[in-house]
DNA sequence: CTAGTCAAGGTCAGGGATGGTCAGAGGAGG
DNA sequence: CCTCCTCTGACCATCCCTGACCTTGACTAG
């Protein structure tokens, strides 16, 4: 974890740790001073690892008391959230997308690291060999692969 | 005496053992310095060496502060043949050919028939929603889910 | 009420830093 | 020769980070 986003990243992260999870409210200024970075660069952090895909929900106001708001989307059942989440993958799923997937995944206990690593490595090694429809390959073989480890793991 | 490839490749497991078996990060380009060879020569030793059926997993990432992770994935010995039945499925796998090696799985006692069901259903599904290619997709979809559970045991 | 001002945050295009891919040249052994 | 493995280089894809410029909201003077 060498960037300055994995850095920004790990902060806001670990806020809404010490906050148990419930939303967490910050300046962009502020936090882009905190790392001395330009405030865009807290955008970009945001966009990248907190998106909706990975399961937060951003929300901000500008002007005068402005405010970005970072919570996580909640959760009851993680297990049928999972399914949710790989029925919504559609016929195609992108690089980026798989690797949403599995950080939102991987932030809900569903995997750890090591699994997500290895999903990674199948899929890539798969993909390889093909020329055109690596997408819908991976999104093949990333529900299978998912299903396969909520079916049998629990 | 041995090819670039291979001092290269011995190169990167001394690390690995000085590391403890733990992964290791390095970057393409300097490694590619050490040795005074073009960058992609690093992806080939990767290629051919450092495969999931060799066991190892290769991680990356592009752009400013990009790297590349090697780590190891323990695999049995008794399921190394098993490794061997995978690589020998090829670019295509009916679906009698997939029952066949499911059927030795089990007899191997590499799965049981509650996990070869498993299988089955998923690659089923998958196979559903596309015309052309069913072989081809059969082929990665059970490799990959086999993979996954013999690296990782699910 | 209106316009102006200040204080946030948002967008976007671009540049630099990496790693990836692929076709083909080059070699070593049968 | 023929084939398989190595190795290279040109071109590609992705990620990070910045800075100029834009939008929005609150407050306040007239």
Do not use: W
């Amino acid at each position: 974890m060498g960037t300055l986003a994995d850095h920004i990243e790990a902060y806001i992260k670990q806020m809404l740790r010490e906050n148990q999870g419930r939303a967490i409210e910050l300046s962009r200024a502020q936090l882009a001073d905190v790392f001395a970075c330009v405030p865009s660069q807290i955008n970009y952090v945001l966009a990248t690892r907190f998106s909706l895909e990975r399961g937060y929900i951003v929300e901000s106001r500008r002007g005068g008391g402005g405010y970005i708001r970072i919570g996580r989307v909640q959760v009851e059942d993680v297990r049928q959230d999972t399914i949710e989440l790989l029925n919504q993958i559609g016929q195609r799923l992108s690089e980026r997308q798989m690797n949403n997937v599995l950080a939102r995944l991987i932030d809900h206990h569903v995997l750890n690291a090591r699994q997500a690593g290895i999903i990674r490595g199948i899929v890539q090694q798969e993909c390889a060999n093909i020329g055109e429809g690596k997408d819908v390959l991976r999104a093949s073989l990333v529900r299978a692969m998912l299903l396969l480890i909520l079916e049998q793991g629990v």
